[in-house]
């Protein structure tokens, strides 16, 4: 290139190549990659497609942006119960993409992929004329017959979830308005503590075992607890009966249920949390319980599957809640 930028194939050499550690990449020097299957496991495959302005910040650091596009597809995996293996990436560069932004997008994909044991094994890299694109394909591994589908909720089964609810899209809100943490009285832990959770998600990948193990139903959060309790329950052609006081809370979001009941209810189902959402027999709920402990991903007991079409019933001790203040996210 003539702007002293490197082009394509060297970009992918000096940058990508290194991420691709998987053999199955062949180093990134072909037009695809081979992967064999192991033995006893079905291949979960989920693409996710992030947007500058749309679903992070375009001036949000390169680590972080390069995380996040990882860590929601890392999500679903998660709630199917699958184990990460691989990734392709399709990357669309702004006109003024920079090799110093690019080098640093790299660095976070390669610390997330230490830290989640998984690689880069192909894709593709293309000039946006709209703002940066980053398109992931993720690839993971579930024994054979094992992978959970949200379409298996029956009637008597326990709710659970992970995590705490509606951080993210606080943590949006107060990047949105200067002013927000100020007006609800949020301290700066508490600050800190949402904005956090919207730049960079926490995939529960350490749930997949026991989501194998003991889930009938199950998926991730993404469109927020409500939203997608309605697709859950859809699927399985039940109900979802939901206990607000039940629902695990940080700091930050019980400060706003208590002072700004219509805020809180915004960001409650705003979507971006991340966690999962399962259902268990009762008679396998204790269980699941602790094996999610063990596997350092405490799961919060939230409600009851009955019996029902497609709905979800949403109270607070006992007092019905009126589900039109939180439509959760919608991408158009």
Not at 112 to 125: F, K, R
Not at 158 to 179: E, Q
Not at 264 to 272: I, K, L, Q, S, V
Not at 311 to 326: K, M, Y
């Amino acid at each position: 290139m003539d702007d002293g930028r490197p082009g394509e194939f060297e970009l992918i050499r000096r940058y990508f190549a290194p991420l691709a550690k998987d053999p199955g990449s062949l180093g990134l020097t072909d037009d695809a990659a081979v992967l064999t299957p192991r033995p006893g496991v079905d291949l979960v495959l989920t693409k996710d497609m992030l947007a500058a302005d749309v679903h992070f910040f375009a001036d949000d650091a390169p680590e972080a942006i390069a995380a996040k596009a990882l860590r929601v597809n890392l999500s679903d995996l998660a709630a199917k119960g699958a184990r990460p293996r691989g990734y392709l990436m399709g990357l669309a560069l702004p006109a003024d993409w920079t090799e110093g932004w690019v080098a640093r997008f790299c660095n976070g994909l390669a610390a997330d992929q230490q830290a989640y044991g998984v690689h880069l094994l192909g894709g593709d890299t293309i000039r946006s004329s709209n703002g940066l694109q980053v398109s992931i394909t993720a690839i993971g591994e579930v024994d054979t017959g094992k992978a959970v589908r949200r379409s298996g909720a029956r009637p008597g089964d326990i709710l659970f979830v992970s995590g705490t609810i509606g951080d993210a899209a606080a943590g949006l809100h107060a990047r949105l308005d200067p002013d927000f943490s100020r007006v609800h009285d949020l301290t700066q832990d508490e600050e800190r503590h949402i904005l956090n959770r919207y730049l960079l998600p926490r995939p529960r990948t350490g749930l997949a075992g026991p989501v194998t193990g003991f889930a009938t139903a199950a998926m991730d959060i993404s469109d927020g607890l409500i939203a997608d309790s309605a697709h859950m329950a859809r699927a399985s052609g039940v109900g979802l009966s939901i206990d607000l006081s039940k629902v695990p809370l940080s700091g930050a979001l019980q400060r706003l249920k208590m002072n700004a009941r219509h805020e809180f209810m915004r960001c409650f189902n705003g979507g971006d949390d991340y966690e999962i959402l399962a259902s268990v027999s009762k008679d396998k709920a204790a269980a699941f319980q602790k094996a999610a402990a063990a596997a350092g991903c405490p799961v919060t007991e939230v409600g009851l599957v009955e019996e029902g079409s497609g709905t979800v019933r949403l109270h607070d001790a006992g007092q019905s809640l009126d589900l039109s203040t939180g439509g959760g996210f919608r991408h158009f």
